[in-house]
T-cell receptor
């Protein structure tokens, strides 16, 4: 079973629309980390955010915000007033903190976001 | 600049050829790993290492070998390339700290095509 599920394969929006990218994860650990990465057309992986399992505070960074809910095992990412430069593939990832899988980073399959002008 | 350096950035191989993808980091991280990225599959772990002399298999290890003789370097070897190994490869290292220090640094990727 996938540890990280990004159900949305592709999303298209028009500039200035808000868009939410969903991420659902699965783990038995009590200590874990969640990540979001952006992969623009140039191909590199750009780190956006890290959240540990003990910090459920939502975070806002400019037009980006993240909603972490342990009750639903979700870590959703919202872009407000989207721009063409937001067009990219976005990955959600999970890192567990127990012995057998310590350090491994499990990725979702990614969501391709296209923002049209 | 500190970070993870991957070489080459692009490579075309013929089926059956061998090659080594290089990965080096200068952050003194013990943990290093290799991922491959295929369309619609996200990134999948090939091999990883928790320190010099210690390596282990990830999710998709077949067809790849690794070794870790130094903390800095973690090369990935393809002994006999196959078209199924056409992919984008990422090397990553992980800091050992907790909290704000915990995180992964990725290389810029190697795009490999096997014909």
């Amino acid at each position: 079973a996938q540890k990280v599920t990004q159900a949305q394969t592709e999303i298209s929006v028009v500039e200035k629309e808000d868009v939410t990218l969903d991420c659902v994860y699965e783990t038995r650990d009590t200590t874990y980390y969640l990540f979001w990465y952006k992969q623009p057309p140039s191909g590199e992986l750009v780190f956006l955010i890290r959240r540990n399992s003990f910090d459920e505070q939502n975070e806002i960074s400019g037009r980006y915000s993240w909603n972490f809910q342990k009750s639903t095992s979700s870590f959703n990412f919202t872009i407000t007033a989207s721009q063409v430069v937001d067009s990219a593939v976005y990955f959600c990832a999970l890192s567990e903190d127990r012995g057998s899988t310590l350090g491994r980073l499990y990725f979702g399959r990614g969501t391709q976001l296209t923002v049209w002008p | 600049n500190a970070g993870v350096t991957q070489t080459p950035k692009f490579q075309v191989l013929k089926t059956g050829q061998s090659m080594t993808l290089q990965c080096a980091q200068d952050m003194n991280h013990e943990y290093m790993s290799w991922y491959r990225q295929d369309p619609g599959m996200g990134l999948r772990l090939i091999h990883y290492s928790v320190g010099a002399g210690i390596t282990d298999q990830g999710e998709v290890p077949n067809g790849y070998n690794v070794s870790r003789s130094t903390t800095e370097d973690f090369p990935l070897r393809l002994l006999s390339a196959a078209p199924s190994q056409t992919s984008v490869y990422f090397c990553a290292s992980r800091s050992e700290g907790q909290g704000l220090d915990y995180g992964y640094t990725f290389g810029s990727g190697t795009r490999l095509t096997v014909v």
